[in-house]
């Protein structure tokens, strides 16, 4: 296992559409182990591929309290999705130090592809709700952030620009 370089916004790969996983391989469970590690790492909830670079619509979730209940979640789709709204705080491992509001479907069912290439279905709600909808936009090449005013988004695009030529 590897620990993988995290993009930052506003960094054009973080707006490229995942392409769908042909076959759940070798490859891709390696990639998997390689993100859950990343994730646990940095420390974060969630981790779509795109947010390393890879565009593969593979994305990995825990968030569980011990981080011992790893999601993997390959090809996802939201299949169902609540009239209800909820507004919740979110933060970004791409976008480090920011946290706003973003307001998303309470609950929602996803459907996709374990590690092994078995198909499943899952209900969510919660922050689990949230951190599937959030990472199923990188994997459509969007992030958090875009959903801000646009005078927030250049306030952001500033800071986190400033960041990188610190560092």
């Not at 995942?18 to 969630?46: H, Q, W």
């Amino acid at each position: 296992m590897a620990l993988l370089n995290i993009l930052n916004y506003p960094d054009k790969r973080l707006h490229k559409v995942a392409k769908p996983v042909t076959e759940v391989n070798d490859r891709i469970r390696r990639l998997v182990a390689d993100m859950a590690e990343t994730m646990y790492a940095a420390p974060g909830v969630g981790l779509a591929a795109t947010q390393v670079d890879v565009h593969e619509r593979v994305i990995v979730i825990d968030v569980s309290e011990t981080h011992d209940e790893l999601l993997v979640l390959i090809n996802p789709e939201i299949v169902w999705s609540s009239d209800e709204r909820k507004l919740s705080e979110e933060g970004c491992l791409s976008v480090p130090g920011i946290y706003d509001n973003v307001e998303r479907a309470e609950k929602v069912r996803v459907r996709a592809l374990n590690e092994k290439g078995e198909t499943f279905e899952l209900d969510c709600e919660g922050l689990l709700a949230v951190c599937v909808q959030h990472e199923m936009d990188h994997l459509m090449g969007r992030v958090f952030v875009e959903y801000l005013s646009p005078l927030k988004q250049t306030r952001i695009k500033s800071k986190m620009k400033k960041l990188a030529h610190a560092m």
